[in-house]
């Protein structure tokens, strides 16, 4: 017994031992983490401070004026130490920063490969399966010939948005190889001449990831920024005068941007003759980079479309709800979204590498946040900017969802039963008032205080909105009653057409002749309305046919009921052939017949009153000309006596 407890006593201390040994085992990794961690801390106030002392002394005279003896000593060994001590802790901090955000990198790094191939058999797909492929890939200019370049430009704006603040190093390695893979799809899209352009002037960019982040002075270094700034004023007017005499696609983005680059130069130039050291560098290196980032970033935004057409055209016969779009209208709707997004990126980094980004986001941020007094209501200007942007969200939203809807009614409703139709009114109308009670919930806007603005508006629309609100309410009335949908044809007052969109407060009829109508709400209850395709698409054509007195009546009628027996003419309402009328020099024949749409009616109308002409024609079978009321002025017999003078003539 004794022996097993002292057994049990040394296999409780060998545990305990085993226990200390982990713990100090993890103490240590504990203090390791806690070091890399003040580390990394430390060197994140370290670049935080000398941003802020560059900033500060940024606009006080560093060095000497160009034209006066230099001021400071000149030693090319101690730039090499301050480009292997910025190299050093750039690698450092970048290196940490990668290790926080692996996971992020790795899921980048999964969609990038998956893009890859999706796009590699979305391209195979369409020259194996579809007859137009050559046409289809005509028009792709980007994913058909640079897959892996048009991937990587698809998908790297997203680091800048993925990633909050990341270190400079970092932010301009992303911005060179976004550069460098935009080279090849510059070529194919701009001029010959632009892209000559590009690529001369490209070694400009390799000094923001070198000297640019060099947080110790060299100040040597300024002759080398007035020879990039020289160049780069060169790329700037060649480029804008190119631009200028030429029209191509993103030509005026293009004038823009040569443009502003021009700016930054010639006002990194004079800085840096006037000494401000630190200033020329930002500037330089903001103009250049402000150039190829934005043309970069408007490739992106060419690419993100194209990719959109592929998607669509390979999905034309199939039943995903892509092929339901039509990719003009979509392109119009997306092209202004992914130019905002890209003008923000481009803004975004320009603002942040000046330091500007800081300073005007704390002044905004104090702006919007702080509460002001109105009456007995106390509100900041921030809840009202969150209630507009929801508002406006939900509107764009409500648009683009009620175009989904109106685009599959087009591609697959066989039948007037089958449409939403002017139901997409009702899911407009729910998501803008969904998006409404959102964004008063988000800003904090109690519902006493909506119930008196709404009792304000009750009164406003006693006085004058009396036809706005009845319009709004018509409209609600047609979504529910449905007596009108999207694509039938109707008549209301003098106007006809097809019902494009019905909307909140009018609606749009499209013309037989093109042009569009837009009629409120209100007329087309108010007033009488014709649908011609309410129950059905038939319609009944109807003609008036004169023929001579001395005509075959009876060889008229065969003849008549001869051409109605064809194609496309129903048989059932069965086709009629009606002694109209005795005119004064004809006989009158009413026809009338029916065909299965709305679409031909004024074709088959035509192909009928044709072959009666030529059957007529054939048979000996007159058509009385109508006659005709000749008005003959007539003159005296001695009115060219009576002219004396030019403007005289008493018959004019």
Not at 86 to 108: D, E, H, M, P, V
Not at 212 to 220: A, E, V
Not at 489 to 515: F, H, L, M, P
């Amino acid at each position: 017994m004794d022996e097993e407890l002292s057994k049990l006593d040394r296999t409780i201390k060998t545990i305990e031992k085993n226990i200390f040994d982990q713990e100090i085992k993890l103490t240590r990794i504990q203090a390791s983490l806690s070091e890399l961690n003040s580390r990394f801390i430390s060197l994140e106030q370290y670049f935080f401070l000398k941003k802020r002392e560059v900033a500060k002394q940024a606009w006080k005279k560093e060095i000497n004026f160009i034209w006066e003896p230099r001021n400071y000593n000149s030693d090319s060994s101690s730039f090499t130490k301050i480009l292997t001590k910025s190299i050093a802790a750039n690698q450092t901090i970048s290196f940490i920063f990668l290790k926080r955000n692996l996971t992020s990198i790795g899921l980048f790094l999964a969609l990038m490969v998956a893009i890859l191939w999706s796009s590699h058999s979305l391209i195979k797909s369409i020259k194996e399966e579809k007859d137009h492929s050559s046409a289809i890939l005509a028009r792709s200019k980007f994913f058909k010939s640079h897959q892996i370049s048009s991937t990587f430009v698809f998908l790297l704006p997203l680091l800048f948005i993925l990633f909050n603040r990341p270190p400079m190093a970092f932010a301009s390695i992303l911005s060179l190889l976004f550069t460098i893979l935009s080279t090849p799809l510059i070529k194919v899209h701009f001029p010959k001449k632009i892209y000559t352009y590009w690529v001369i002037f490209f070694a400009l960019n390799f000094i923001s990831p070198t000297i640019g982040l060099n947080w110790d002075n060299y100040f040597d270094e300024r002759y080398f920024l007035i020879f990039a700034s020289l160049a780069t004023l060169t790329l700037g007017f060649l480029t804008l005068r190119y631009a200028q005499k030429n029209k191509f696609a993103g030509s005026n983005l293009v004038k823009f941007l040569a443009t502003l680059t021009i700016l930054f130069e010639v006002f990194a130039f004079l800085v840096n003759c006037l000494g401000r050291y630190n200033l020329a560098k930002l500037y330089t290196i903001v103009g250049i980079s402000s150039f190829y980032r934005g043309v970069g970033l408007y490739i992106f935004t060419l690419v993100v479309l194209e990719s959109v057409y592929l998607l669509l055209e390979s999905k034309k016969n199939a039943s995903s709800i892509t092929s339901y779009f039509d990719f003009q209208e979509l392109e119009s709707r997306l092209s202004g979204l992914l130019y905002l997004v890209g003008f923000s990126i481009w803004a975004y980094g320009i603002l942040y590498y000046l330091g500007y980004f800081d300073p005007i986001f704390n002044v905004l941020n104090e702006f919007l946040t702080k509460e002001r007094i109105l009456g007995d209501t106390s509100f900041t200007f921030g809840t009202i900017a969150l209630f507009i942007v929801i508002l406006l969200i939900s509107y764009f939203l409500a648009n683009n969802i009620a175009y989904f809807f109106s685009a599959r009614d087009q591609k697959t409703a066989t039948s007037r039963k089958n449409r939403l139709g002017s139901s997409i009114l009702l899911i407009r109308l729910t998501i803008f008032i969904i998006g409404f009670l959102i964004a008063a919930a988000a800003a904090k806007i109690p519902l006493d205080k909506i119930t008196i603005v709404l009792g304000a508006l009750s009164v406003g629309i006693g006085f004058g909105l009396q036809t706005i609100i009845n319009n709004l309410v018509s409209g609600i009335i047609l979504a529910f009653e449905r007596p009108i949908q999207i694509g039938d044809e109707i008549e209301v007052g003098t106007n006809s057409g097809t019902v494009k969109e019905v909307g909140i407060r009018a609606s749009k009829i499209q013309a037989y002749d093109g042009s569009e109508i837009v009629v409120p709400n209100g007329d087309l209850l108010s007033q009488s309305l014709i649908n011609w395709t309410l129950s059905d698409k038939r319609r009944r054509i109807e003609l008036i046919i004169g023929v001579g007195y001395d005509s075959d009546i009876k060889q008229v009628k065969e003849i008549l009921e001869q051409v109605l027996d064809r194609d496309q003419i129903l048989k059932i309402p069965k086709p009629k052939v009606l002694l109209q009328n005795f005119g004064d020099s004809s006989v009158d024949f009413r026809l009338l017949f029916w065909v299965d749409s709305m679409d031909i009616w004024i074709d088959k109308r035509s192909e009928v009153m044709t072959a009666i002409f030529e059957l007529f024609a054939e048979n000996g079978i007159e058509i009385p000309y109508p006659k005709r009321d000749l008005h003959v002025k007539t003159f005296p017999s001695n009115w060219s006596e009576k002219i004396s003078k030019p403007g005289d003539d008493p018959g004019l």
